[in-house]
């Protein structure tokens, strides 16, 4: 008979589990989800801005500026310092664009 009363005393508790499922999905896509949607593309956004001229640097940590760009199979051609050696990288492996210090006052 106890085993009865309990059953029916659960089935509210579907609504509840419900509601913290939902509650605990719509944290993780505001918290984890969405910002990282915008930082991603807030980087292809700097990837299919870059130009000649641009001071870069790669995934791999390699300093460089650019002295070229290939469209068709998204190549960019660095310049490295202070033996000005040219490298060719591809475009997915620049991670961030350096600022000149003038530009970011």
């Known amino acids: 008979m ?3 009363i309990l059953q029916a005393q659960g089935g509210g508790s579907i609504t509840g589990l419900l509601f913290t499922f ?3 999905g719509l944290v993780f896509y ?3 989800f969405r910002p990282q ?3 991603q593309q807030r980087h292809q956004q700097m990837l299919a801005d870059l130009k000649a001229g641009d001071r870069v640097v790669t995934r791999g ?3 460089g500026t650019i002295v ?3 469209e068709k199979d998204e ?3 660095l310049r490295i310092p202070p033996e000005q050696v040219k490298l ?3 475009r997915s492996a620049i991670e961030t664009v350096e600022r000149p210090e003038e530009e970011a006052k």
């Open 61 to 63: 940590g390699i300093r």
């Open 22 to 24: 939902v509650s605990i």
């Open 30 to 32: 505001f918290l984890v």
């Open 88 to 90: 060719e990288v591809l």
């Open 2 to 4: 106890a085993f009865f």
């Open 75 to 77: 190549a960019i051609i």
């Open 37 to 39: 949607q915008k930082q």
């Open 68 to 70: 070229g760009l290939r």
